[in-house]
């Protein structure tokens, strides 16, 4: 038991310690207060529906109708409650106790991977602090990317249970990887599911490399054999969620298009343009190093001492001042717009340094690899031939978007070389003098970056950003010139600030291995001086400012005197969509939160649905606006009524000023109506050229695979027919029809085959897809009753696939604990 209990204190301790800086960081919630998180409101605006109706039914609805006009839930607020492993997710994140739950799962994953490669517990928990605070993984959480921070939160420990498999280890290495695993896909962010796995690609090559020169192939295949029965199990245990999201794919921007124009654009998944919007700049890598070596963020502050500040200062006065140089686009990178950069830390990338030159062997290789690799792979668009590669070749890397997000890959790699390099001198594994031989030589290159651009930066770039020319235009060049010198002191004050991080790391590592400094104290000083480091950038980006109080954080999206106007006078109908142009309508959420949109904000919003956007409301959201423009009423009557992809989506009301009245469209066509013609269309391409020509009122647009459906039916006006929307949830539509004779129905709701199921009078019909991507129904004569139920398979079936995988993940996991318990009893039964 001797043995064991040191081990028992340090973890009690690692649990305590980040506990503490957990909450130390995250004061605020202890107030009540949370998080003022962009994204997070734009959740609550898409997701009020779904949530609305869970709440009511205790069901899911799987789909909703307030963003886009319609589309699966699956990857907005569906629950998938078959993973009998959750509980341990709600154990991890301590009961969801946000936002503190974020980086205490940060620490613990890393701490828990630490453990796994054989490295010091104390020191483990400084490596721990290395992950915790690496600045992207705190800067997404004052974006609201909540489902990223808890997938980087289990990344560690499953490429840990795999090297442990590798190491030998292998029922408990894939126990492991395969519970971990599970929780990471529980969590839905299969972008950073997809990076866990590139990093264990890369760790699995490197392996086969060693397998094949030392002739291991018994243990190694047994290993890959575990992991893969484990990785299946946790697959398995996400099921539901897996194959929604699978199924989905296909029909949203990540999957293929149908049309053929801007082709050298499109791949099989994302275009292009789109999934390389966010592209690390290649000089601006160096913020690993140097924080703001391109500014920080788009908008960010700036020092009282500069030169912006003194310019501010003569035309506003010293206090507005003060205020207005807390908000400067001091960012003058590549990217569109950042909230911060990538820094791993000054004297992680020292140790990562040092590293490279005295730590032997495969792990170096393998940490060193994915480093280079996810580097050069996040300069995207900057770095075309190998994006262009991997876009167009390497499977599934094309339907994510924001390649410079790779960057997690190198923000676990360097703290684990960087820790594992400190853990093998504390080890006495490299002989002193080589440890001071090297270190020195990794201050000369870490430090000598630093120097270099203290010296030369103005050299060699001149500040500007895209923004700058804005100011420009409006005369503003003494501000322009000023904010650009200032770019430079940020520049230059972060990289002496790097230079003295690491000169003080640098006089630890000689202290120790002169044994001036015992190792107790040579650990917690260099634990003090990375947490010192990441603490102060990262409070420059997350801070008890952008806290808010619980009252505002449960009420983000206040009513607008147009959204009380449209709730009261919409009352009677019970679907009908609203177009917000007083917000950017394709990105953003927030009119999702009492209406039914026609925009709204989703990374995989339908294709189909995309492109209509592109081709044909776009044009007619112009012309809106121009009518709006001119002032004349009339005007804009006109445009409406000839608006006819806005009137087949059913667009009620027009928002164009949150504090006035909205316009009311009478054009609008209606939850369904009947059309008296199909027009026939052979590809995508004339379906969506065939729709700006139409008489959408009278007629639809059938693609070809779908005109048998309609090849022998030939419509008879009657003058009193009639079909209307009588019962509605988001999961299922009922609608009242009567005509005299057999009609072609359009209705204004999304095509998607995979789930939604009409009948007639309680008889199975079939639908087909009508005007690019509407739902139509042939409808026979006399009264009816015709219902659209939403009911996926791939939902409930995958549900049971999860309840059984997971519960044999979880049999792997107590028979994996009885047999470690089995083995620590029998040796210390055989020590006595």
Excluded at 301 to 329: C, H, N
Excluded at 791 to 818: D, H
Aim: glycine share 8%.
């Amino acid at each position: 038991m001797n043995s064991i209990r040191p081990h028992i204190t340090q973890t009690f301790f690692a649990f305590v310690i980040f506990l503490i800086l957990s909450i130390v960081y995250m004061y605020p919630a202890l107030e009540g207060k949370n998080l003022h998180q962009g994204d997070i409101v734009q959740f609550k605006g898409s997701a009020k529906e779904i949530m609305d109706y869970r709440e009511k039914t205790g069901e899911e609805a799987l789909w909703t109708n307030s963003m886009f006009s319609g589309m699966p839930a699956y990857l907005i607020s569906t629950k998938f409650k078959s993973n009998i492993l959750r509980i341990f997710h709600y154990l991890f994140v301590l009961n969801n106790w946000r936002p503190i739950c974020f980086i205490f799962l940060y620490l613990l994953g890393f701490y828990i991977a630490m453990q796994a490669f054989g490295v010091n517990g104390w020191l483990s928990i400084v490596g721990s602090i290395a992950y915790a605070l690496s600045s992207y993984f705190i800067v997404i959480l004052i974006a609201g990317h909540n489902s990223k921070a808890l997938a980087l939160g289990y990344m560690p420990p499953i490429i840990a249970g795999v090297y442990l498999a590798f190491r030998g280890k292998i029922i408990l290495g894939s126990a492991i990887m395969g519970v971990f695993l599970s929780l990471q896909i529980f969590i839905v962010h299969f972008q950073i599911t997809y990076y866990t796995f590139l990093i264990i690609l890369i760790l699995g090559i490197v392996e086969v490399v060693s397998v094949i020169r030392k002739k291991r192939f018994k243990q190694f295949s047994l290993a890959l054999a575990a992991l893969s029965i484990a990785a299946l199990l946790a697959v398995a245990s996400n099921f539901s969620s897996l194959w929604t999201s699978q199924e989905y794919g296909k029909y949203s921007i990540r999957g293929e298009s149908d049309l053929s124009v801007n082709a050298e654009n499109k791949t099989s998944g994302l275009d292009k343009d789109y999934a390389t919007g966010w592209s690390y700049g290649i000089g601006e890598t160096l913020t690993l190093l140097i924080p703001n070596f391109h500014g920080g963020a788009s908008v960010g502050p700036l020092p009282v001492k500069s030169k912006t500040y003194d310019f501010i200062k003569e035309i506003q006065g010293a206090g507005k001042a003060r205020k207005t140089i807390e908000q400067m686009p001091t960012y003058w990178g590549t990217q569109p717009s950042t909230a911060g950069p990538v820094y791993v830390g000054a004297i992680i990338v020292f140790l990562f340094i040092l590293g490279l030159f005295i730590i032997p062997g495969k792990l170096k290789w393998w940490l060193v690899s994915v480093t280079v690799f996810s580097i050069m792979l996040s300069w995207g668009r900057n770095f075309e031939f190998l994006t262009n590669f991997f876009l167009d070749h390497f499977p599934g890397y094309n339907k994510f978007r924001s390649v410079s997000m790779i960057l997690i890959m190198t923000e676990f790699a360097m703290p684990l070389l960087a820790i594992f390099t400190v853990n093998e001198i504390l080890k006495g594994n490299i002989a002193k003098e080589q440890v001071i031989k090297y270190s020195l030589r990794a201050f000369y290159f870490t430090g000598g970056i630093c120097l270099f651009f203290i010296l030369t930066a103005k050299a060699f770039f001149n500040f500007t950003a895209d923004i700058d020319q804005q100011y420009l235009d409006q005369g503003a060049t003494e501000f322009v010139n000023a904010l650009q010198s200032d770019r430079l002191m940020l520049l230059r004050h972060d990289a002496f600030r790097s230079i003295l991080f690491i000169a003080l790391a640098l006089g630890l590592l000689y202290l120790f291995t002169r044994n001036k400094l015992n190792k107790s104290y040579f650990i917690a000083g260099l634990g003090l001086l990375i947490l010192t480091d990441m603490w102060s950038v990262d409070k420059r980006y997350v801070n008890g400012d952008d806290f808010v109080s619980k009252k505002e954080y449960d009420n983000p999206i206040p009513k607008t005197k147009a959204d009380e106007f449209i709730l009261s006078h919409g009352a009677d109908d019970p679907n009908y969509r609203v177009l917000n142009l007083a917000v950017s309508t394709f990105n953003d959420a927030t009119t999702s939160y009492y209406h039914k949109s026609l925009g709204g904000y989703h990374g995989a919003k339908m294709r189909r649905y995309q492109e209509l956007i592109d081709f044909e409301i776009i044009p007619e959201l112009q012309d809106l606006i121009t009518g709006l423009r001119s002032g004349k009423i009339s005007g804009i009557d006109s445009i409406l009524n000839g608006a006819d992809i806005l009137n087949m989506l059913n667009t009620r009301y027009i928002i164009y000023n949150p504090d006035a009245m909205p316009l009311i469209n009478p054009n609008a066509f209606g939850n369904a109506w009947f059309v008296t013609k199909a027009l026939i269309a052979e590809n995508a391409d004339e379906e969506i050229e065939k729709l700006a020509k139409a008489d959408l009122r009278n007629e639809m647009i059938v693609g070809s695979e779908f005109e048998s459906k309609v090849a022998d039916f030939k419509a008879v006006i009657d003058s009193n027919s009639s079909i209307k929307l009588s019962e509605y949830l988001p999961n299922k539509l009922v609608y009242k029809t009567f005509s005299a004779t057999g009609q072609l129905a359009v209705f204004s709701e999304i095509y998607y085959p995979e789930g939604w199921e009409v009948t007639i009078d309680g008889k199975r019909a079939e639908y087909f897809k009508a005007n690019f991507l509407l739902r139509a129904l042939i409808i026979p004569a006399g009264n009816h009753e015709i219902e659209f139920t939403f009911r996926p398979g791939s939902f409930y079936i995958g549900n049971k696939i999860a309840y059984a995988g997971s519960g044999l993940l979880l049999m792997l996991l107590l028979g994996t604990i009885i047999l470690e318990i089995r083995k620590y009893l029998l040796n210390a039964k055989a020590l006595k």
